[in-house]
């Protein structure tokens, strides 16, 4: 079954897709950081104070929407174009058992060989080869549709068919598309600590002339980072 294919190899990308350790545990001290400025805003009115900790809000909140590109599951999109594939080639040898019988009863040696499939042959073909297998089978098929009433074929089985293409062909790329985004999202969130770790340097200088108040403190300690990669006790990394 292809699905296994695709499972294995979504499954082995899926570790390089998402947020190290690190980045995980950096995040996790800014949004402890953006919540002591949010906790001492009435004392951090300055104009320098209010921008920089807007500049955070819209970071984080950028980080947060890449981790959720990054997170999105990719099994799913695979298991739609393999149960839109099954349909498909299912309504295919529908109409290819019946159109081969009339083809052998009118001694029709051309349009017998040319529906010459089979649902494990279908199967094994490539994405896009199998769409344009189908849509070849469905014209086929249309062009004597007239002659298949006494077969059990009817325009609403051809249009069956032609239906559940339309559902499997989008579906033919869209692995691969989620496997982009993702890679994308991985690749977008280097520039983007790079941003946090720099607003967060404006902060520590601007804290620095709080010194004389419990924000002071408070903000020293939210910055600290908590390493949870292991198990056991967490230990601190120094601000970074």
């Known amino acids: 079954m292809k699905i296994f294919n695709i499972l294995g190899a979504l499954n082995h990308l899926k570790t390089f897709y998402q947020m190290t350790a690190r980045q995980e545990n950096l995040l996790s001290m800014a949004k402890a950081a ?5 906790s001492f805003k009435l004392l951090l009115t300055g104009k ?50 019946p159109t081969r019988s009339y083809a052998l009863e009118e001694k029709n040696n051309t349009l017998y060989a040319a529906l010459d499939y089979t649902p494990n042959g279908l199967k094994k073909l ?47 790329a869209a692995p691969r598309a989620a496997i982009s985004v993702k890679a994308a999202a991985t690749e977008a969130l280097v520039p983007a600590f790079d941003e946090l770790n720099t607003t967060l ?27 949870t990669r292991g198990g056991g006790e967490d230990e601190e990394e120094p601000k970074v």
């Open 34 to 38: 953006q919540l002591t400025l949010t």
């Open 48 to 97: 320098a104070f209010t921008k920089a900790s807007k500049d955070l809000d819209n970071i984080i909140a950028a980080i947060d929407g890449l981790a959720q590109a990054q997170s999105k599951k990719l099994t799913g999109t695979a298991q739609d174009k393999e149960q839109a594939e099954d349909a498909a080639i299912a309504a295919a040898i529908k109409l290819v058992g």
């Open 126 to 172: 490539r994405d896009t080869t199998l769409s344009n297998t189908l849509t070849l089978i469905r014209d086929t098929v249309q062009d004597e549709i007239d002659n298949l009433a006494d077969y059990e074929l009817l325009p609403a089985d051809v249009n069956q068919l032609t239906t559940l293409i339309s559902l499997y062909a989008p579906l033919v």
């Open 201 to 227: 340097d404006k902060l520590d200088g601007l804290a620095e002339a709080k010194k004389d108040t419990d924000f002071y403190a408070t903000y020293q300690s939210a910055r600290i980072v908590v390493d």
